[in-house]
């Protein structure tokens, strides 16, 4: 990344794409690429934002690739892809994102890693806002849309670029290239049950936490519990435990407030984002930016104005009294933390489910349904749909059918009806005023249309 170059990305439009095409873009090389999505019509907003940042998009049939190019792919596409068939009859270099992500990282002075199971891109974001907030202009690469960066002109601002030597990221275990990032400040929100098995994700993320000159570890985190014995650990948490201690946590109607302590200092804290793992995450961003020499202070007085992700708990809004609600919710520890939330304030919860794969059912569809049926209270009510499907040879033998069925086995109340526009049609008819509608899934970005749609129809209803 000493010089400029030319890169194509084959999946531009994806979560972790995009973001990391817009930073490379604006730091003068060129950029162009293509996605399966635009080809098939989906997102077109998002594909016509793309080209008006001047970015060119190809159809994903292999015309856009062409010789002095980088081609950047996940690791998983497969070969028969055109556009990779016609990069490697150019010998062409390819790199995962994941690779080219840890370029820019490893190259930054101050490159602070967030990892975890669960709530990685939002203490990204807070991470980023707070520096951003207090003049340090760091560079952000996170999953989702940051809300304080978003405009009209930036609907899709899930990447900031600020300076080269500061760089905050977002870093991936699932697919295990974590191992590539050299963290000066190594973020560990929580360990749990997601793509890989426990002893992967201890062995992953132990790496991840020695190699950093500084690990902010969760003190109340029994998965977590074996990282804390290094000696360049920082604790946050609710627990006695931690450095950087939450107390007298308190729901909100807009939110949620608690106090932090750190060594002789004491503030409260507000959030404009309920639930006590936001608060939690509200602590490791803290921790983590106190390293870097942000004040408590000026890390709270930040922290309220932070206006949160796209699709975590995002309010989509209310018609007929019945409020609509957008989560990435998707594993057993994200759906746990969301229906902790709901539960926080009174009202019934109609939820919507899209399991974001097969695979993800078959490696963790037992801890999912448990999650659903302890987090769901008397009235609530599951709608499921079929797992997201874009083609390929996925094994599609173990589908929504068995989540319900574990889900109704654990006392939940669970339905399967198999599109997610026959869900919605149920929804809508058992919906009434003082309910919430949530939308839960990842790997899809209509859901966020779907949400928007059942809000139209609740008010016209």
Not at 209 to 225: G, Q
Not at 229 to 251: H, T
Not at 420 to 434: H, I, P, Q
Request: hydrophobic share 45%; with cysteine; proline share 3%.
């Amino acid at each position: 990344m000493t010089e400029n170059k030319s890169y194509f990305f084959c999946g531009i439009g994806g979560s972790g794409m995009l973001p990391l095409a817009m930073i490379v873009a604006a730091r003068g090389n060129a950029v162009s690429g293509s996605d399966r999505s635009r080809d098939q019509g989906r997102s077109p907003d998002k594909f016509d934002w793309i080209e008006r940042q001047g970015i060119a998009l190809f159809a994903q049939d292999g015309s856009g690739v062409a010789a002095g190019q980088t081609l950047v792919a996940s690791a998983a596409v497969e070969d028969s892809v055109p556009d990779i068939a016609a990069a490697n009859t150019l010998g062409l270099p390819r790199m995962t994102r994941a690779d080219l992500n840890a370029a820019l990282f490893n190259a930054a002075g101050q490159a602070i890693g967030v990892g975890g199971t669960s709530g990685k891109s939002t203490v990204t974001g807070m991470i980023g806002w707070i520096l951003e907030s207090t003049g340090r202009k760091p560079t952000i690469m996170n999953g989702a849309v940051m809300r304080n960066f978003s405009s009209a002109e930036t609907p899709f601002a899930s990447a900031l670029v600020g300076d080269d030597a500061v760089y905050v990221s977002e870093v991936d275990e699932s697919d295990g290239s974590i191992a590539l990032y050299r963290p000066d400040v190594a973020v560990i929100t929580n360990i749990s049950l997601d793509h890989k098995s426990l002893d992967e994700l201890h062995a992953l993320f132990g790496d991840f936490a020695a190699k950093a000159r500084i690990a902010v570890i969760n003190a109340d985190d029994p998965e977590s519990a074996p990282l804390l014995a290094g000696g360049n650990v920082v604790r946050f948490g609710f627990s006695d435990a931690a450095g950087m201690r939450g107390s007298d946590f308190e729901a909100l109607p807009d939110g949620c407030r608690f106090t932090v302590h750190f060594n002789v200092t004491q503030r409260e804290v507000r959030l404009r984002m309920p639930g006590r793992h936001n608060a939690a995450n509200a602590l490791a961003a803290m921790a983590a930016v106190r390293v870097l020499g942000v004040s408590i202070g000026e890390s709270a007085a930040a922290l309220a104005d932070f206006t949160g992700l796209a699709r975590r708990y995002e309010v989509l809004g209310q018609a007929g009294g019945v409020t609509v609600i957008d989560d990435f919710a998707h594993n057993p520890d994200k759906v746990a933390a969301t229906l902790s939330a709901v539960a926080e304030l009174p009202g019934r919860a109609l939820i919507f489910f899209q399991p974001h794969g097969y695979g993800p059912l078959r490696q963790m569809g037992k801890e999912l349904a448990a999650s659903f049926a302890k987090g769901m209270r008397d009235g609530d009510k599951l709608f499921v749909c079929d797992p997201v499907y874009f083609g390929g040879t996925v094994d599609r033998s173990i589908g929504s059918e068995a989540l319900v069925a574990d889900v109704v086995a654990g006392g939940g109340d669970a339905v399967h009806l198999t599109t997610r526009a026959n869900c919605g049609a149920a929804m809508l008819d058992e919906a009434k005023a003082g309910d919430r509608i949530l939308i839960l899934g990842a790997r899809d970005d209509t859901l966020t249309d779907f949400g928007r749609e059942l809000l139209e129809k609740l008010g016209s209803a």
